[in-house]
């Protein structure tokens, strides 16, 4: 079996395709199946994308979209056609149109993000640019959809009958293990240390705790480690910032011993798959989280951490761990075993396997 994975950005480096897809390369190898991939970016389009002025940014669309026009030749050869999110990242859904239509490809559609909505970070004319309303077509034309959660699926099942719940996974073996990390997290040796990771799009959801984070250093000695690609706008008397680096992640969030994630209560975060969650709990760290979309699942609350609907809410409830830090173990403990038992690589092959009809 050949398989083409028509992605937007170069391996190893963007979150959605290394925890969506990437970490079971290697099952479909073992498959005898063979894999191809063909990015979007290159890497130095993917290092400049988002930074870079806008002459440069258009010289490396047009780069992209040139080497597509390739891909999309190159798609005759194969059995399967694994798209995540879009194959070009504005414009019509010519190229999808082409391989389910023209060469009558077997497309797997796979997204983990509300990709159909305007993101609040975007402006009308950037979301009207990338055509949102093309994802309903290329859920239509897809032989099976992949979504991160149910909510997803949900929206998927309106254009097709085969949809996929392929939740968003962490590999607990051989990365996302705390395991590895044991020598490197004393506890005993530094303030409790209360922690968040995610990139500059996610930044804006922190202003929904940064005021009680304020009220509570008034009060408790803590840590804040903010682990991002960007510095946070906001200052604390304990602010720790990490620069994120792939290499040094899983570390950089060992040091810490509680995790948020706050959310908005809105359609787009309703799309989100947890991740930040899965991360802390992964790692033994219990979390605390705004109740929205799969977040009600993934944490249990008083089990594995805490849901936090209101700024009281997120005040009592660090404010219990700050004072009972034994208690911050056991929720840990909770939570890993949830993950590895719900949301790990080795609990959910089968699933993503069974995209390509292989099981």
Known sequence: MKILFLVPYPLGEAPSQRFRFEQYLPYLIKSNSKVTIKSFLDAEGWKVFYEGKTIVILLHLLKGFIKRTYHILLATEYDFIFIHREVTPIGLPVCEWFLAKFFRKKIIYDFDDAIWLRD???????????????????????????????????????????????????????????????????????????????????LQYLSLVVPVLKRLEKKYKFIFRLVSNKEPDFSLKNLDFVQWKKETEIEDLMAIDIGIMPLADDQWS????????????????????????????????????????????????????????SICQSLGENGKLYVQKNYSVDSNVSNFLALFNLE
């Open 120 to 202: 609040p970070n975007e402006s009308n004319l950037k979301s009207f640019i990338k055509c949102k309303w093309k994802v309903k077509y290329i859920c239509k034309w897809s032989y099976k959809v992949s979504t991160g959660n149910k909510y997803l699926a949900d929206y998927a099942r309106n254009f097709n009958d085969h949809v996929i719940v392929n939740p968003t996974t962490v590999n607990t073996k051989t990365i996302h293990n705390p395991d590895l990390y044991a020598k490197n997290n004393n506890r005993n040796k530094r303030q409790i240390c209360i922690g968040w990771t995610g990139t500059h799009s996610t």
């Open 270 to 325: 309703k799309g989100k798959c947890g991740f930040k969650a899965l991360q802390y709990l992964a790692l033994g760290k219990p979390a605390l989280v705004s109740p929205v979309g799969i977040n009600t699942q993934i944490i249990r609350h008083g089990v594995n951490g805490y849901h936090c609907k209101t700024e009281a809410d997120w005040f009592k409830n660090l404010s219990y761990l700050l004072e009972n830090q």
